[in-house]
């Protein structure tokens, strides 16, 4: 089955540690993203890349870091530079010029 | 910075009855496009209208845009409990690799 993979599904950080997300597709898609969602928010885009090893800074991407370095694969990398880390992450991909997002399960990223 | 908002916030219907959610935006879009999101769960995509597009159908969805307006909206007829989750509208604007979503509507369908 084709889709996207985001791993861990809930993950726990101390304050100053970094934390990375995976997030894998096997869609064979050129454009990937990372989105990040607030309770009863919206989602706000940190990421997104169009294409194997080049990436563009969304709106908020302040805080966080990725890499495209394969075509399946787009981690992100929440630093302890980013003030409020606790929140729902999003991975999306999509074919291109088509603009119809695949979305992945989402990652659950609490601060202690 | 978000392009499009949805109304209502929330809206609780009966099974059976119909489910109306609109979307406003502020500039001009290339396409529209709904997704639905259940609890904890990530987005699905329901349908794209393009610009040039003023009525789409899929299944018990319709989706209209008034790009006059600036406006679109989502119809689900007769709902179903298995119909309650978030509803997000979403433009592309420029290049359609970048989506801007709404902050959606949660729609609660009892049975």
Redesign the interface.
């Known amino acids: 089955d084709g889709g996207?993979t985001?791993s861990p599904k809930y993950l726990f950080r101390k304050e100053g540690q970094n934390v990375t997300l995976s997030c894998e597709q096997n869609l064979n898609h050129d454009?990937m993203y990372w989105?990040r969602q607030d309770p009863?928010?919206?989602?706000?885009?940190i990421y997104?890349s169009?294409i194997v090893n080049d990436f563009q800074k969304?709106?908020i991407a302040e805080g966080y870091s990725v890499s495209r370095e394969k075509k399946e694969s787009f981690p992100l990398t929440v630093t302890s530079a980013q003030k409020n880390p606790t929140a729902?992450y999003?991975c999306?991909s999509?074919g291109t010029?088509?603009?119809?997002?695949?979305?992945?399960?989402?990652s659950?990223l609490t601060v202690l | 910075?978000?392009q499009?908002e949805e109304d209502p916030q929330a809206l609780s219907i009966q099974e059976g009855e119909n489910a109306t959610m609109n979307c406003s935006y502020k500039t001009s879009i290339?396409?529209l496009?709904w997704?639905r999101q259940n609890s904890?769960?990530?987005?699905?995509?329901l349908i794209?209208i393009r610009s040039n597009e003023r009525e789409k159908h899929s299944g018990r969805l319709r989706v209209t845009l008034d790009t006059s307006k600036k406006s679109s909206s989502l119809l689900i007829t007769a709902s179903r409990a298995a119909d309650t989750a978030s509803y997000?509208c979403?433009t592309?604007r420029g290049s359609?690799?970048?989506?801007?979503?709404?902050?959606?509507t949660l729609l609660t369908v009892n049975p």
């Open positions: 996207i985001q454009a989105y009863g928010q919206g989602l706000r885009l997104y169009q969304g709106d729902f999003l999306a999509s010029f088509t603009g119809e997002l695949f979305f992945g399960e989402g659950r | 910075s978000q499009g290339n396409n496009q997704y904890g769960r990530g987005l699905v995509h794209l997000f979403a592309a359609n690799y970048k989506l801007t979503f709404g902050k959606g």
